[in-house]
């Protein structure tokens, strides 16, 4: 440990205890408050490095990233506006439960509230969405001072991580010097006068993490339940990719229970259940005018976040049902606030323990979703879809096995629920539904990119892509592969969806917002190849672009007033079909 000052020795000591907790890469943003956490990251030969010039892009690669894996990337960045910039990306770690930690360098105490340049209040910056929070000392080479830094890295890590999983702070403060110069503050001796304080052969502190898990007796209790029910369901929603879940279909085939699964769930793609019916078509189905006779269902299992559709998130509103909310974190996703039960149980190993213990339900209840789930699927297929749900269809027909779909909020996500047909070819799909914005949408796509094996898609609609266009820059600084088809409907199309669309003026300037862009420049901006073409010469171009090494951009136009109109014709061809 011979730090030429206290600075370096400080950064070093962080990033080494990172990479001893087993991190592998950080995202950096430039800034001179930061110098010495940047400087010993880019000289640890065992970190991966990602660059980013945009704080807000950096921090929704680095979401990406951990939304991939479970494992935090951690975030460094100057003092200043560059730390409130990863906000919008905390706020999406928060709600989604994605680990994230970030370090955001901070001026000496004394220099807050003295109108300092580039001096903000950081002190718990994000609020409570932080599962944990730390201002350190200032730096010194004193060897509790250095055991307790790695200690706080140590426990910074381990937090994002525990039930349920988000972002951790730590705030750094630096006084000059920031660079690595001489001085004497740190002594040749150090290490070997204070060799704890040097660290330890790995991490300084081991975390162990266990499942969250039931007694015998409240399982039996569950268990029961289960086997009395003659109607039942399992509904998943959202779930983080690095998620085990698969237990979850073999208690679908033990229960014969139908299976509703959102899209972005990581069951709706993949080997499903063999003898229970996987079921996507449920928007539409679960109309009240096609449920208004049926019984209700006797029990209702839901694992993962709220369902991306409003339909079937009112039909369980709706039914009289015995409601399972399982969750091991012991928060509440479910904002109708019907559920009677909540279990604090990770989600998995609950159903590996029911699977044994069940008995199947009542088969006229199985063969009702099993005959509207086929009869969806059969009418799609005999229709001319709207455009847009026709690109998301072409999309995952098309992709190669082992892909990785990212669906963009707003209308990319609920076409993917609509028109994304549950099969067994394996696909990643990954979106942000924890607080559902537009914003930081083609980083956190990139930064899963950058975590996967397969090719990358992202399903971005105009309005996203334009909040994020800064976050192109990474394919070409952090090497990622992605082809983004840009759907382009000249402004929010989702407004199309409310009441709002009936009172113009004020809808068109205000809410739908067309902006009337020309996208295509981005091509030669980002060295990317930029094709826009018709939606009835989108598979050919989405085929061709696979075939080719590199990133694309595929714009598509289409009229989001006529997508509307046909989407709202085609709920009601489904609602009379299953009536």
Known sequence: MTAPNVNTLWGEVIIEELARQGVGAVCIAPGSRSTPLVMAAANHSDLEIFSHL??????????????????????????????????????????????????????????????????????????????????????????????????????AVSSSKRAPPGPVHVDVPFRKPLEPVESDEVSPEFERDHPRAAGRDGPYVRTERGRQTLDEATVASVATAVSDAE???????????????????????????????????????????????????????????????????DIVLRVGGSPTSAVLQEY??????????????????????????????????????????????????????????TRYWELLESVELPAEGAIVDTVLDQIPDGGVVFASNSMPVRDLDRFGQPRDKPLTT????????????????LGAGSESEGDLVLLTGDLAFYHD????????????????????????????????????????????????LDFSPTGSLYDLQYTRTLPADFAESIRETFEMDGSAIIEVPTDAEDNHRERAELADLVIEDCS
């Not at 959102?262 to 229970?276: E, N």
């Not at 369980?316 to 996703?333: C, I, M, P, Q």
């Not at 382009?488 to 067309?514: A, C, Q, R, V, Y």
């Open 231 to 297: 109607r039942g369901l399992i509904v998943v929603g959202p779930q983080p990719a690095w998620t085990e879940h698969r237990s979850i279909v073999d208690l679908a085939d033990a229960t014969g229970f139908p299976l509703l699964v959102d899209p972005l769930s990581g069951l709706r793609f993949g080997p499903g259940p063999k003898t229970a019916p996987r079921c996507g078509g449920y928007d539409g189905y679960l109309h009240p005018s096609v449920t208004v006779e049926w019984p209700d269902p």
């Open 469 to 516: 266009m800064n976050g192109l820059l990474a394919i070409d600084r952090c090497d990622v592969e992605a082809t983004i088809v840009l759907i382009n409907n000249d402004g929010g199309g989702i407004f199309h969806m409310l009441p709002i669309s009936e009172f113009d003026p004020p809808f068109t300037e205000h809410f739908k917002t067309p902006h009337g």
């Open 54 to 155: 945009d704080e807000r892009s950096a921090a929704f690669f680095a979401l990406g990233r951990a939304k991939r894996t479970g494992e935090p990337t951690p975030l460094i960045c100057t003092s200043g506006t560059a730390a409130a910039n990863f906000h919008p990306a905390v706020i999406e770690a928060d709600a989604a439960r994605v680990p994230m930690l970030l370090l955001t360098a901070d001026r000496p105490p004394e220099l807050r509230d003295s109108g300092a340049n580039q001096t903000i209040d950081q002190i718990q910056l994000y609020g409570d969405a932080t599962r944990w929070y730390r201002t350190l000392p200032e730096p010194e080479a004193e060897p509790r001072k250095l055991r307790m830094l790695r200690t706080t890295v140590a426990r």
């Open 430 to 445: 990954i979106g942000n539904r924890g607080a559902s914005g537009i914003d930081g949408i083609t980083s956190t796509a």
């Open 316 to 373: 369980l509103e709706r039914v009289d049902a015995r409601s399972f909310l399982v969750d091991a974190g012991g928060g509440w996703e479910e904002a109708a606030f019907t559920a009677t039960d909540l279990l604090q149980v990770d989600g998995d190993w609950l159903a590996a323990e029911l699977a044994g213990r069940v008995s199947r339900g009542d088969p006229a209840w199985v063969d009702r979703f099993d005959q509207l789930e």
